[in-house]
C-alpha cells in the first residue's frame, strides 16, 4: 500500500518510511500538516500515519482540512503518552484509529492493516481472484496451489490490480499507488513491470490475466 507518513521529527519519520518500504509498501514523508494537505490530494494514499503534534497546522486540524477536502484514507493518529486525554477528539476529527508513543513498528503495520481492510471493497484478509490468492500481511501469493514468488515491487502491483480487479487502471493510476513521488513519471517502469508480473503470474500456468488495454492501461481480469 502506499502510505503518508506526517511526522516531523524527522528521525522517526525515516525509520517509519524506511521500515514500510522493508515491508515492500510505498511511503511519502511530510513534515509538516500543510504539506500532507496537497501531497493527500496529488496522489492516492492507502492511509495516513499522522503526528498530533505538528508545527503550524497540528495533527487535529490538518485531519479536519482533509476530511474537508474530500480526502477519506484512514488516517492513524501518533500521540505522546501525554496526549492520550486527546485521542477522543483526534478521533472525532475525522481519525480512525491512534497509536501511542513509543509504539513497536509491529503494532503500527498490524492498525495500518486493520485500517485499510475496513474500508469497503478490502475486508478479506487474503484477497482473492479467480484462483490468484494473495495474503499482505504474510507478504505471499498464491496461484492455484503454487506459491508464486515476488518482488517488494511486483507484490505492491499485483496487491493493487487485485483490489482493483476488474477494473482498468491507467499507467499513471499505478505509478501512483505503487512509486514514490520521487520515481520520474516519464520512464516505462510500469511496463516493464507488468512484464515481470505475467511471467509470474500468467506465463507458466498458461493464463492471460494481465490484459493490456491498449492507449489506457492495464486491468486484471476479474474472472482470472
Ligand atoms: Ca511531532
Known amino acids: 500500500m502506499r502510505v503518508l507518513v506526517v511526522e516531523d521529527e524527522t528521525k522517526l519519520a525515516r525509520l517509519l518510511a524506511r521500515g514500510l518500504s522493508e515491508e515492500g509498501h510505498v511511503a511519502d514523508v511530510a513534515g509538516r500538516g500543510e504539506d500532507a494537505l496537497w501531497m493527500a490530494k496529488a496522489a492516492p494514499y492507502d492511509a ?36 492520550v486525554e486527546d485521542r477522543v477528539r483526534g478521533l472525532d476529527t475525522g481519525g480512525d484509529d491512534y497509536l ?17 481492510r475496513r474500508t469497503p471493497g478490502e475486508r478479506p ?75 509470474k503470474i500468467d506465463r507458466p500456468f498458461g493464463r492471460h490475466s494481465l490484459e493490456t488495454i491498449r492507449g489506457v492501461g492495464y486491468r486484471l481480469r476479474g474472472d482470472t
Not at 484478509?125 to 505471499?140: N, S, W, Y
Not at 518482488?151 to 487502471?169: D, I, V, Y
Open 48 to 83: 495516513i500515519i499522522l503526528d498530533v503534534m505538528l508545527p503550524g497546522l497540528d495533527g487535529f486540524a490538518t485531519c479536519r482540512e482533509l476530511r474537508a477536502n474530500e480526502v477519506w484514507a484512514p488516517v492513524l493518529f501518533l500521540t505522546a503518552r501525554d496526549e
Open 125 to 199: 484478509t487474503e484477497l482473492v481472484v479467480g484462483d490468484l490468492r494473495l495474503d499482505p500481511a504474510a507478504h505471499r501469493a498464491w496461484r492455484g496451489e503454487v506459491e508464486v514468488d515476488l518482488s517488494a515491487k511486483e507484490f505492491a502491483l499485483l496487491h493493487l490490480f487485485m483490489r482493483r480487479a476488474g477494473e482498468t487502471l491507467s499507467r499513471q493510476r499505478l505509478l501512483d499507488g505503487v512509486w514514490d513521488m520521487a520515481f520520474d513519471g516519464r520512464s516505462n517502469v510500469v511496463d516493464v513491470y507488468i512484464r515481470y508480473l505475467r511471467e
Open 100 to 116: 501511542v508513543k513509543p509504539f513497536s513498528f509491529a503494532e503500527l503495520l498490524a492498525r495500518l492493516r486493520a485500517l485499510v
